[in-house]
């Protein structure tokens, strides 16, 4: 982290004297590997009638997933909304962030669209390209009761809009990956699942790209299986629940997410800083 940007946390954090709980202390998270617990709701598209190997022919065999209908890319096939649980360090196991009690990190990802997809027997595989995802620090969880039906103007997943998330303060920023797959260039990301019980995985690799924590998280700290450094590698499970169904979703999921930080404290002067201002800011009103 380079000396202007602490001396502006610390600025902060002096603003806020008094004002920040021994809680917030626990968003620490030292230099080395760390794993990101995440919950997620995801709009797909799934039931495939037949084997495709273009974006165009997954669209021809299978009608986008509904939060792409009106969308800023309406051939996304994955999107959704997730919400950070837990941030831990690999080393010895210590949680340094905690849903709730440090704050909230939210986010939407968006602009998967599936362009290779086999159908045999009872299970589908999908290989998507492109891919987007940011994180946003915010005062309170997101509403999943809103769907992923798009809004004009408040609510659309493949351009990070959803209510209760894009307006918190944007912390992350990146895109999918290839490497997930040894050898192949293209894909971005991997799923598999069950077609009677749409129950099954995920998965692939993630770069930083800008956000107020980049230069945090944008380590190559993960080799993908073409031997590429990369910021972050995801994986996932999930299937079809009727906390999810019921309000326009399709599966709901669970998953980690790896990386490595830089430097030890780094990510506790950022946070410190927006807590403190925040502080501040409500102080003075």
């Known amino acids: 982290m380079i000396k202007s940007t602490i001396k502006q946390a610390l600025t902060a954090i002096a603003l806020a004297a008094g004002a920040v709980s021994s809680a917030n202390a626990a968003f620490v998270l030292q230099s080395g590997d760390f794993k990101m617990t995440i919950d997620l709701y995801d709009s797909a598209t799934t039931f495939y009638s037949a084997n495709c190997a273009s974006v165009a022919g997954c669209n021809a065999v299978s009608t986008p997933a509904p939060g792409s209908i009106g969308s800023v890319n309406p051939s996304a096939d994955t999107m959704g909304i997730f919400s950070i649980a837990s941030i831990t360090r690999l080393s010895d196991d210590s949680q340094y962030f905690t849903r709730a009690v440090d704050g909230y990190l939210t986010g939407i990802f968006g602009n998967l669209s599936d362009y290779n997809v086999t159908v045999q027997g009872t299970t589908t595989s999908a290989l998507a390209i492109g891919?987007?995802?940011?994180?946003?620090?915010?005062?309170?969880?997101?509403?999943?009761?809103?769907?992923?039906?798009?809004?004009?103007?408040?609510?659309?997943?493949?351009a990070d809009l959803y209510p209760g998330i894009s307006g918190g303060t944007l912390v992350l920023t990146g895109a999918f990956v290839p490497g997930v797959i040894a050898g192949d260039t293209t894909t971005t990301f991997s799923t598999t699942y069950n077609n009677s019980s749409i129950i099954g995985g995920s998965g692939g690799y993630l770069d930083v790209t800008g956000g107020l924590w980049q230069d945090d998280f944008d380590t190559n700290g993960q080799t993908d299986l073409n031997?590429?450094?990369?910021?972050?590698s995801a994986s996932f499970t999930f299937q079809p629940t009727a906390n999810a169904t019921?309000?326009?979703?399709?599966?709901?999921?669970?998953?980690?997410?790896?990386?490595?930080?830089?430097?030890?404290?780094?990510?506790?002067?950022?946070?410190?800083?927006?807590?403190?201002a925040g502080a501040a800011t409500r102080r003075k009103v």
């Open 227 to 232: 031997g590429v450094g990369r910021d972050l």
């Open 131 to 158: 891919g987007t995802f940011s994180v946003f620090q915010n005062v309170a969880n997101y509403n999943s009761n809103l769907g992923p039906a798009v809004v004009a103007g408040s609510k659309d997943l493949n």
């Open 246 to 276: 019921g309000k326009g979703w399709t599966v709901q999921s669970t998953g980690d997410i790896y990386g490595a930080v830089p430097e030890p404290g780094a990510l506790a002067l950022i946070a410190l800083a927006l807590i403190g």
